[in-house]
């Protein structure tokens, strides 16, 4: 791993803060999965809809055990992130109605460079960006399957896409392509045009600016002549975007709320009733990354409050396939906080956003993919919908999955349930795939560190001086074959599995992240093991050749 983003760094932390709370989630989640098939008095128990009350399923299908809590927030959206991994139309129309049988009600979408912007900003649109008629595809799609449909356009922060580029670098807070000036009038121009043409090609309801993770602020000319604290401009910024927004569209507006957690109450008055914070953390005990006082601050001044935990995208940037034990836990624990701050702070929980990343930041590389990420989504969209984690729910999340009746989904003893791979919704033979892969990645790290750390026989010691037994490098190359076969056999498989959901670039980005490094490293193996078997004789010791000599 390279140099780790902040918030890469601030999801870590969660990982440490939250270790015994996930033990004792996991626990839970054990018992439940010895219980009995349909459980009585679920755990996390919210009422459950009245049964004079019509269901609404969005597809046809089996019946599912559990309804949507009536204490349950009324808006529960999913987050699909576009800026990496961005799927083919087909495959997010069906997620689409995937996520809305398990209790979505709707979309985040963030675009990021995959909306085809125009005019000025034709720039900002990767080369691949989705066409207008596919964001229109789109739409009708969460339309379709009963899902209101919201905007994020990120409005200080994460703004790499634009910042990047030599026509937008003016707007640079300090050296930084993350974050824009907010003194600077480009700023808001650039992104109140942005969230016009989002507008114009589909109007929303609501809209979120983000606006997270400035951690550059006041560092240019231009801020420091204005001689007002850091989140003083923060503030006026995002109130000068929220104000415009508003006016011009007749929309609510959502903020991330990480940089508001420090603001004096007075700042946060100047926002009250132009914007709606969403408060994110994504360890399982988010009372410590997010504490109640915090949240009784929300309370006091702002109408509505969204929580967000997350199904994927919050374990790593590196990572492979989303914990859902974990984003279960997390989810259950924004639940019970949302619950409990509803009684005491009188906090006004308007709904949910299960975010799912799929890069840390625009230079990232992808982490967790969408398809094989469905399993995570079901798991946690029911989670947040019910208010409990029970058999009852896993089973129904076993019914939309399109399981077999031998494969049992138990996040305690699978947490990523890789057991999914065996079922038939679209992104299963992906997580087979990655299954397989993980497997002969481990299986190769295992080798490396055996001949490299405990060893005795192809150390870079015995590689400088050609020095080994023969026997022993023999031993070596019997793995490196099967392991050659085997990434040969994955590197087809990529081609044929990962095309199904994902553009070209897409695939291309997946497999030099990473099957080229198992490749450099099994070539680098063999090249190795030949060079030593060449010798047939050995000279006597001390060895020449030498870095340097011992005294």
């Given amino acids: 791993m390279l140099i780790m983003t902040a918030k890469c760094r601030r999801r870590r932390l969660g990982l440490v803060m939250g270790a015994l709370t996930v033990a004792g989630v996991v626990a839970v989640l054990w018992l439940v999965s010895n219980a009995s098939p349909i459980l009585k008095n679920p755990i996390f128990l919210v009422t459950p809809r009245q049964s004079h009350l019509p269901r609404v399923y969005h597809t046809p299908g089996v019946e599912l055990h559990t309804e949507v809590g009536t204490e349950m927030p009324s808006d529960r959206l999913w987050h699909l992130d576009l800026k990496g991994g961005a799927p083919r139309i087909k495959v997010i129309e069906g997620i689409m109605m995937l996520a809305a049988r398990a209790g979505a009600t709707g979309v985040l979408l963030e675009w990021e460079d995959m909306f085809p912007f125009s005019g000025a900003l034709a720039n900002l649109s990767a080369r691949n960006a ?10 009708t799609a969460a339309k379709t399957a ?8 990120q409005s200080l922060g994460h703004l790499e896409y634009a910042l990047k580029l030599p026509q937008w670098v003016m707007l640079r807070e300090g050296e930084s ?10 700023t808001a121009r650039l992104v109140i045009e942005a969230v016009n043409q989002l507008m114009e090609a589909v109007p929303t309801s609501i809209i979120h600016i983000g606006a997270d993770e400035v951690f550059t602020l006041a560092q240019c000319k231009r801020c420091q002549a204005r001689e007002q604290a850091p989140l003083r401009l923060y503030v006026d910024h995002v109130a000068h975007v929220a104000q415009h927004v508003k006016s011009r569209w007749g929309v609510r507006v959502l903020v991330w ?17 132009l914007v709606e914070p969403t408060v994110w953390a994504y360890g399982p005990d988010v009372s410590r990354m997010v504490p109640p006082y915090i949240l009784r601050t929300y309370s006091a001044v702002f109408p509505r409050v969204w929580l967000a935990p997350a199904f994927k995208g919050a374990t790593g940037p590196l990572a492979i396939m ?3 034990a974990r984003h279960a836990a997390n989810t259950l624990a924004w639940v019970q906080v949302g619950q409990r701050m509803k009684h005491y702070a009188n906090l006004n929980v308007a709904g949910i956003v299960i975010t799912g990343w799929s890069r840390y930041d625009h230079f990232a590389v992808l982490c967790e993919l969408l398809p094989p990420s469905t399993p995570s989504l079901v798991v ?3 989670t947040a919908s019910r208010g409990f984690m029970t058999p009852a729910t896993l089973h129904d999340a076993h019914t939309l999955l399109d399981c077999p009746p031998h494969v049992m989904l138990d996040p305690a003893r699978d947490p990523h349930l890789w057991a999914a791979r065996d079922c038939a919704f679209p992104g299963a033979n992906m997580v087979s795939f990655l299954h397989r892969y993980v497997r002969l990645r481990d299986d190769v790290k295992t080798l490396q560190r055996e001949a490299e750390e405990r060893g005795g026989w192809l150390t870079a010691y015995n590689i400088r001086h050609n020095f080994s037994s023969p026997n022993r490098v023999r031993e070596y190359m019997t793995n490196l074959r099967s392991f050659i076969s085997a990434l040969k056999d994955l590197h087809g498989e990529a081609e044929a599995v990962l095309t199904q959901y994902h553009n070209t670039a897409t695939v291309e980005e997946w497999t030099e992240q990473h099957l080229l490094p198992l490749n450099l490293t ?10 030593l078997l060449s010798h047939k004789t050995w000279p006597r010791r001390p ?9």
């Fill in 522 to 531: 099994l070539s680098k193996f063999t090249s190795v093991s030949a060079t």
């Fill in 146 to 153: 009963g899902l209101t449909m919201v905007h994020l356009m």
């Fill in 543 to 551: 060895l020449e050749g030498r870095p340097s000599s011992a005294t």
């Fill in 177 to 186: 392509p993350a974050e824009a000036c907010p003194s600077h009038p480009g």
């Fill in 380 to 382: 946690t969209l029911l």
């Fill in 257 to 273: 709320d990480d940089m508001l957690r420090h603001a004096p109450s007075y700042l946060l008055h100047s926002l009250a009733g």
């Fill in 130 to 139: 989705y066409t207008h008629e596919e964001v229109k595809h789109i739409a």
């Fill in 322 to 324: 989303p914990d859902a």
